[in-house]
């Protein structure tokens, strides 16, 4: 079964506007953390913002925001106000404390901002 | 400079040949990864070291060979390449703190022929 469970392969949003990327993951620990990562064109992937499964409150960094619904095991990632250079792939993913600490990736969401 | 920093950027070679894609970071951080990456798939993790007596197989080692020469430097071999180990490499650190991310090295494009 996929850990990590990315459904949008593309989206199209128009600058500007807010966007959410969806990811879901599975775990049975009660420890884990979740990292979203933007992969530009030209390839070096970036962190862009964490939630650790204890966090009382959503994360946020910039005009990143993690929507973390935690019975529904879901960790959103919003983009306010998007630009044209937001347009990449972005990864979730998740480790599990009780796993050597591995990240497990999802398989992304392809992101295209239209001027 | 980079923080994390892997040598080739690019590389292609022929089917059998033996490979060596470098490794090495400035961020003291203990722990080392080598992923690969391939169209419409996330991650996949191949090697892991927490330190440099410590090396640890990951999901898709087979065919791949890693050595921790250093606190600073993995170092991922592929011993007899073959055309499906085609792929963007990544190299990644992180310290020993859970809530840290793992930072990237820019990649390694390898294709083999």
């Known amino acids: 079964a996929q850990k990590i469970t990315q459904t949008q392969p593309g989206m199209f949003v128009q600058e500007k506007e807010a966007v959410t990327l969806d990811c879901t993951y599975d775990?049975?620990?009660?420890?884990?953390?979740l990292f979203w990562y933007k992969q530009p064109s030209s390839g070096e992937m970036i962190f862009l913002i964490y939630?650790?499964?204890?966090d009382e409150q959503n994360a946020t960094e910039g005009r990143y925001s993690l929507n973390f619904q935690k019975a529904r095991k879901s960790a959103n990632l919003v983009i306010s106000a998007s630009q044209l250079g937001d347009s990449a792939m972005y990864f979730c993913?998740?480790?599990?404390?009780?796993?050597?600490?591995?990240?497990?990736w999802g398989a992304g969401t392809k992101l295209i901002i239209k001027p | 400079d980079a923080d994390v920093t892997q040598t080739p950027r690019n590389r292609i070679t022929k089917t059998g040949k033996r490979i060596m894609l470098e490794c090495s970071q400035t961020?003291?951080?203990?722990?080392m990864y080598w992923y690969r990456q391939d169209p419409g798939l996330g991650l996949r993790l191949i090697y892991y070291?927490?330190?440099?007596?410590?090396?640890n197989k990951g999901e898709i080692s087979d065919g791949y060979s890693v050595s921790r020469q250093a606190q600073a430097k993995f170092s991922l071999s592929l011993e007899s390449a073959i055309p499906n180990q085609t792929a963007l490499y990544f190299c990644?650190?992180?310290?020993?703190?859970?809530?840290?991310?793992?930072?990237f090295g820019d990649g390694t494009r390898l294709s083999i022929l």
């Open positions: 990644a650190t992180s310290d020993n703190r859970g809530k840290q991310p793992q930072h």
């Open positions: 961020k003291g951080h203990d722990r």
């Open positions: 070291s927490f330190d440099v007596k410590d090396i």
């Open positions: 775990t049975s620990d009660q420890s884990y953390g």
């Open positions: 939630q650790g499964s204890y």
């Open positions: 993913a998740m480790r599990e404390d009780y796993s050597n600490y591995q990240l497990i």
